[in-house]
């Protein structure tokens, strides 16, 4: 067992950056002969090689790419964390960092930013949008402090409010697509055409629910874990994009129709946050308020 120091973490990611310790050690102010000196440490305390070392870059081992990962993910709890305590001695300042899907619910967050923004001024936010799965995972690490999340999810570990507006699924295609003209799209008409579905599994099985028998007939050519990506394979005439019906009004209606499901189809989302978990006073405060406004947990 060794312990590791959060400089040797920031060395290994400026060479993993730089593609190279001569960079790097420009990059960091260090000497080269002491950059390669700490990275064949931490290759030897590891046990693994990290880096393959070529006449002119260095690149990652797949073993480097997952100590990347864990590295970022330390540094960014150290980050939050230290942001978190020297708040303490302050009245109330900080930064809030919420994950959201792309969602209609989080409609719901600019009202609350500005009330809490009224009364605490030096409060700043983070958002950060992914899938339901990704922002969970960010929850349970303390990566970030409160998520909106689509259902279905599990719940077990956290605190939430299940959040009044339904999640209403569209098919989203060309304006010039022959359904686009259809008030309502079933499976049926969806049977002949490249779809694009989203990437959650557990998701998929709702869909597959919709469709019915149907579904192992379906032509899934893309899944995709966010819509504004998949709106461009859309845009590109590649399919049929089917998910919940989010910021509709920011798409050029000329270009891109979205079409309710028949027979409707909607899912439900929630905000929620970590049980038994230490929040810095400025989360506290935004989650008491959401509490008094909504209720719950």
């Known amino acids: 067992m060794f312990f590791m120091e959060i400089r040797t973490l920031k060395y290994f990611l400026a060479v993993a950056e730089e593609e190279g310790v001569n960079r790097a050690a420009n990059v960091l102010n260090v000497t080269q002969p002491t950059l390669s000196r700490q990275m064949a440490q931490l290759e030897d305390e590891l046990g693994v090689r990290l880096f393959k070392r070529g006449a002119r870059k260095i690149t ?65 936010y983070d958002i950060f949008t992914a899938t339901a799965d990704l922002i969970k995972e960010q929850l349970e690490k303390g990566l970030v402090d409160m998520g909106v999340l689509l259902e279905p999810v599990d719940l077990e570990k956290f605190d939430f409010i299940r959040l009044e507006k ?71 005439g590649l399919g049929i994009s089917l998910g919940v019906e989010v910021h509709d009004y920011i798409w050029d209606k000329s ?19 970590k049980k038994t978990h230490s929040f810095s006073p400025v989360a506290e405060k935004f989650i008491a308020m959401v509490r008094d406004f909504y209720g719950g947990g």
């Not at 100590?67 to 305590?85: M, P, Y």
């Not at 998701?203 to 899934?220: N, P, Y």
Request: net charge positive; hydrophobic share 45%.
């Open 60 to 124: 990652l081992t797949a073993e480097g790419f997952f100590f990347r990962r864990r590295a970022e993910e330390i540094l960014s709890l150290v980050e939050k964390t230290e942001q978190e305590v020297s708040t303490q001695a302050v009245d109330i300042e900080g930064r809030i960092s919420i994950g959201c899907g792309e969602l209609s619910a989080v409609n719901f967050l600019p009202d609350l930013f500005r009330k809490f923004s009224e009364k605490y001024p030096l409060v700043k």
């Open 166 to 236: 339904n999640e209403r699924w569209v098919a989203r295609m060309r304006s010039d697509h022959p359904l686009s003209k259809k008030k309502r799209v079933t499976a049926h008409d969806l049977m002949n055409v490249p779809l694009i579905v989203p990437r959650r599994m557990n998701v998929q099985s709702e869909l597959a629910a919709w469709f019915g028998d149907s579904f192992s007939q379906a032509k899934i050519l893309f899944t995709s874990n966010l819509s504004t990506n998949s709106v461009i394979m859309v845009l590109a």
């Open 255 to 273: 270009k891109i129709a979205s079409v309710p499901l028949s027979p409707a189809f909607a899912s439900n989302s929630v905000f929620a946050w």
